[in-house]
């Protein structure tokens, strides 16, 4: 094998291993900050610095978007200086912690498509685990579903890029 052929596998092994799982972590912390309405910065009970986190299965409005800073509003009041459970899992793109974040026994993720703060995730186009919520919440026009039609997350971001 030459260098070049090692050195695409190593990259390749690299790739594959990135792509893996993190071993799943449960842990309970203190929300210390709310970025938008599917990101949070969570301290561990434990000690430790803050972890950025992005809730699991859902969707919501870039900050820069319309209904971007209600959603967040609505994530802030419901768990900012509250103690949550977090079970963590894996990364995204960026590189920020996947996670279900749990109130007591309310999954933060699910309540906030219930009340229309955000999206059920679609996955190559395939309806998210939360799209029942997000059915009920469009039915009953809750949030983003009261007027117009939102546009989601994904589909700004590609005509938009990300918020600066």
């Known amino acids: 094998m030459n260098a070049l052929t090692r050195l695409a596998c190593g990259a390749a092994l690299a790739a594959s291993l990135l792509a893996l799982p993190l071993h799943a972590a449960t842990f309970q912390g203190i929300v210390t900050h709310v970025t938008d309405g599917d990101s949070l910065w969570v301290r561990p009970l434990g000690g430790g610095a803050p972890r950025e986190l992005r809730l699991r ?92 039609r939102p546009i989601e997350p994904r589909l700004f971001r590609k005509q938009h890029g990300r918020c600066k």
């Open 57 to 148: 299965d859902i969707d919501a409005p870039e900050i820069c978007q319309a209904f971007g800073e209600q959603s967040r509003n609505a994530l802030a009041a419901r768990v900012l200086h509250r103690q949550v459970t977090v079970r963590s899992r894996t990364r995204d793109n960026y590189q920020r912690t996947l996670a279900q974040v749990s109130l007591g026994s309310d999954d933060v993720a699910a309540w906030m498509v219930g009340r229309g703060y955000a999206w059920s995730y679609r996955y190559r186009g395939r309806s998210g685990p939360l799209q029942a919520q997000e059915e009920q919440a469009r039915h009953a026009r809750l949030g983003l579903w009261a007027g117009g």
